[in-house]
């Protein structure tokens, strides 16, 4: 499978920004899902992630609350919904696809495919 994230860009403090990732090439429910980030010179960090169903989502703890994680399976895509966005969470953020759990593990070992990353720039 393919994925295609996108919907970076530069935001202020305060603003929102969904983001998308596509899917082709397979069928997406057969996929758990989880996005990613890398700040310039940090590790790549788990985001959040979203079961197969969509009905099993988890996040990070430094989001939570403030980003949501929902899929489509119809039209192959997840997305990843920022609000209350801070300069923190500027990054390069990847979606990436695990065939095979049922739930996204917020390892980014367990995960076979990736999308080629968007940026995210967030300024006060």
């Known amino acids: 499978v393919q994925l295609q994230a996108s919907g970076g860009g530069s935001v202020q403090t305060g603003d929102s920004l969904r983001l998308s990732c596509a899917a082709s090439?397979?069928?997406?429910?057969?996929?758990?899902v989880g996005w990613f980030r890398q700040a310039p010179g940090k590790e790549r960090e788990f985001v959040g992630g979203?079961?197969?169903?969509?009905?099993?989502?988890g996040y990070a703890d430094s989001v939570k609350g403030r980003f949501t994680i929902s899929r489509n399976n119809s039209k192959n895509t997840i997305y990843l919904q920022m609000n209350t966005l801070k300069a923190e969470d500027t990054a390069i953020y990847y979606c990436?696809?695990?065939?095979?759990?049922?739930?996204?593990?917020?390892?980014?070992?367990?995960?076979?495919?990736w999308g080629q990353g968007t940026l995210v720039t967030v300024s006060s």
């Open positions: 979203i079961s197969r169903s969509g009905a099993v989502t």
């Open positions: 990436a696809a695990d065939g095979d759990r049922l739930t996204a593990s917020n390892y980014a070992d367990p995960y076979d495919y």
């Open positions: 090439g397979g069928s997406f429910s057969r996929y758990s």
